[in-house]
């Protein structure tokens, strides 16, 4: 599988936007970028995923470069719900049936 | 609503003992179902793949005959951890895809095992 790299940790101001970032370089042309939270002693939950375009869901935003070399989460407005770890995973697209490969994604603080 | 179900969300086991876990697709019927191991402050690490009606996919260092899994129909899989010892207590998920291409992946809330 395709590797991404993500920060560590990223701290943000309640109500303000947080960008995550997620660089990843080896990304082949038909891998779909995931992104997926992990709040404390929960399972993972979804939160957009995208190929080439642009995404909006009603919980955030995903911008993917040009070259699909890096992505950014946006969170328009946190709020401490969002304080998760948050995954940027690569899914090799036309098997449906691969599983999510997770590597040690970005803590997000939120702070009050 | 959910998606994925999974039962118990905690369990405290005797060393030695069997705990099994289920994990039920609620909202579709999947061939596939995965299982991940977590340790406080790591990340997720896939188990195994769990197949309908033949034998589940373990990864590379995980024991077949230690991490029992069946997958008897469409909406359920089961794991087992058999002679249950202190360094299996972790946080044990599973997880469904539609199995589409580019569909994204739904977790359960997760199984907290302790072997005391």
């Known amino acids: 599988d395709a590797k991404t790299t993500q920060p560590n940790s990223m701290e943000s101001n309640e109500e303000e936007p947080v960008h995550l970032p997620c660089n990843h370089s080896?990304?082949?042309?038909?891998?779909?970028i995931h992104w997926y939270r992990q709040l404390p002693s929960q399972g993972p939950e979804y939160v957009i995923h995208g190929l080439t375009s642009n995404v909006n869901n009603r919980m955030a935003s995903l911008a993917i470069a040009e070259d699909r070399k890096s992505s950014t989460l946006i969170l328009h407005r946190a709020t401490l719900r969002d304080a998760a770890v948050y995954y940027c995973?690569?899914?090799?697209?036309?098997?449906?049936?691969?599983?999510?490969?997770f590597g040690k994604g970005t803590r997000l603080s939120v702070i009050a | 609503g959910a998606v994925v179900s999974q039962h118990p969300s905690w369990v405290i086991c005797k060393s030695g003992t069997s705990v099994k876990i289920e994990c039920r697709s609620l909202d579709f019927q999947a061939t596939t179902m995965f299982w991940y191991r977590q340790f406080p402050k790591q990340s997720l690490m896939l188990m195994a793949t769990s197949n309908e009606g033949s034998k589940a996919t373990y990864e590379q260092g995980v024991e077949k005959d230690k991490f029992l899994i069946n997958h008897a129909s469409l909406t359920l899989s089961t794991l087992t951890v058999t002679s249950a010892h202190p360094e299996d207590s972790s946080f044990y998920i599973c997880?469904?895809?539609?199995?589409?291409?580019?569909?994204?992946?739904?977790f359960g809330q997760g199984t907290r095992l302790t072997v005391v």
């Open positions: 997880s469904v895809t539609r199995g589409q291409t580019g569909t994204e992946a739904f």
């Open positions: 995973i690569l899914r090799w697209g036309p098997s449906g049936n691969t599983p999510l490969v």
């Open positions: 080896t990304i082949s042309g038909t891998d779909y």
